[in-house]
């Protein structure tokens, strides 16, 4: 039910930053907690960021905590992820996700526990 489509990937220099932009067509977007991950070549899709439904409680993959920032707005149905401080090992396919279902409580990490993913954009970080 919940479609989505990444924007805002490209190139950047080392310490530059990026805004990554997921905007979603479902109805009920709102009701869903929101993650974002991303894949390295020959590496797994590992977590990033997640927000939940109600936008009150984030959670940060040690690596980007500090420097990443994640939010939503709900009345244009988009998920955010702020980049800054980027560093060449932040290179990847950045993707984001939905949960299953709606109103869930806690936020979750792993890529099986969301059902509804975008296309993935490509993020590239020169040194």
């Known amino acids: 039910q919940v479609q989505l489509v990444e924007s805002g990937g490209g190139l950047v220099q080392a310490g530059g930053s990026l805004r990554l932009s997921c905007a979603a067509s479902?109805?009920?977007?709102?009701?869903?907690?929101m993650g974002w991950f991303r894949q390295a070549p020959g590496k797994e899709r590992e977590f990033v960021a997640a927000?939940?439904?109600?936008?009150?409680?984030?959670l940060y993959a040690d690596s980007v905590k500090g420097r990443f920032t994640i939010s939503r707005d709900n009345a244009k149905n988009t998920v955010y992820l702020q980049m800054n401080s980027l560093k060449p090992e932040a290179t990847a396919v950045y993707y984001c996700?939905?949960?299953?279902?709606?109103?869930?409580?806690?936020?979750?990490?792993?890529?099986?526990?969301?059902?509804?993913w975008g296309q993935g954009t490509q993020v590239t970080v020169s040194s």
């Open positions: 996700a939905s949960r299953r279902g709606p109103y869930t409580v806690a936020i979750v990490r792993a890529p099986s526990e969301y059902g509804y």
């Open positions: 927000i939940g439904w109600s936008a009150s409680v984030t």
């Open positions: 479902g109805r009920t977007f709102s009701t869903y907690a």
